[in-house]
């Protein structure tokens, strides 16, 4: 495992880290027009809402809402590139930028973070954002021939392995493969990183998140939290959490689910609240800080942040919430067979 894997452990035994918040609702609050997403590149698609590539296009846009969540107290920065991968990009008609995408994201989120730690020399951590693209591998988007796949397991596995190559190159950290819907493309991405650092001689350190689209707790594959845990514990993640999904209040049963079984750090970054009927994002700081604060007097996280609708401030009224408060101890079960269907099973 690589030194940032260690400094995180060290890090994060002494105190609950801060992870940052949404790119796409700091996105939002600068209006920008399609001309303004596009800057030079002629692509002959609309751009609006091509969030992935401002790095290139307005990366001042970008540097300033990282810088403003080093502000807030964040350790970790994600970088912008939840959208930039070939199969996500294709809707764009970019997919020829991706390599570029990903080393301009990267490149500005270590720049902050190296200068947040030469101000105060407080380690500051940069996990390159693997989103789940718009393709799934195991569900069929066609009702009438359940096994169509628009895509294989090989080519989904080779579209993560390129991204992630260009987010280590520019100095990522950590691989955080995030917002599984889909466990199967969780899989694809795990195998990807693992094959790419044997090709460089050293294991990738991996960040795991999973979403949740139901309030039974179960992805969109039907995975439960504890057989997603299980499915994914091969890869050895330096984390592993639940994002996006809902609001604290409605994530804590599954916090406290996955908390109980995972022996890594755990880290959860919801939403703020759950989306009114305009899609917009009601849920104030300080509420979801004093759900959070809960969270870590409950002793079930390591590492906290936000999704959805948070902000600046929703990530300085976590930090403060959790501020002095001990970390979750991980627990350390022992050993036995543990098997993942749609739901964990234990042989005894």
Known sequence: MTNAAERLRAEAAKRILINDGAFGTAIQTYGLDEAAYRGTYDLGHD?????????????????????????????????????????????????????????????????????????DGKPRFVAGAIGPTNKTLSLSPDVNDPGFRA?????????YKEQAEALLDAGSDFILIETIFDTLNAKAAIMGIIELGEARGARIPMMISMTITDMSGRNLSGHSVEAFWYAVRHAEPVTIGLNCSFGAKELRPHVQALSRIADTLVMIYPNAGLPNELGQYDEAPDTTGGMIHEWAESGLINIVGGCCGT????????????????????PHPEPAMHLAGLDAFTLA
């Open 151 to 159: 895509v294989s397991f090989d080519e989904v596995k080779d579209v």
């Open 47 to 119: 751009q609006k809402g091509n969030n992935d590539l401002l790095v290139l296009t307005r990366p001042d846009i970008v540097r300033a809402i990282t810088r403003g969540y080093v502000d807030a107290g964040a350790d970790i920065l994600a970088t912008n590139t939840f959208n930039a991968n070939r199969i996500s990009q294709a809707d764009y008609g970019a997919e020829h930028l991706v390599a570029e995408m990903n080393h301009a994201a990267a490149r500005i989120a270590r720049e902050e973070a190296d200068a947040a730690t030469a101000r």
């Open 311 to 330: 902000t600046a401030a929703h990530i300085a009224a976590m930090a403060k919430a959790v501020e002095g408060l001990p970390p979750r101890a991980i």
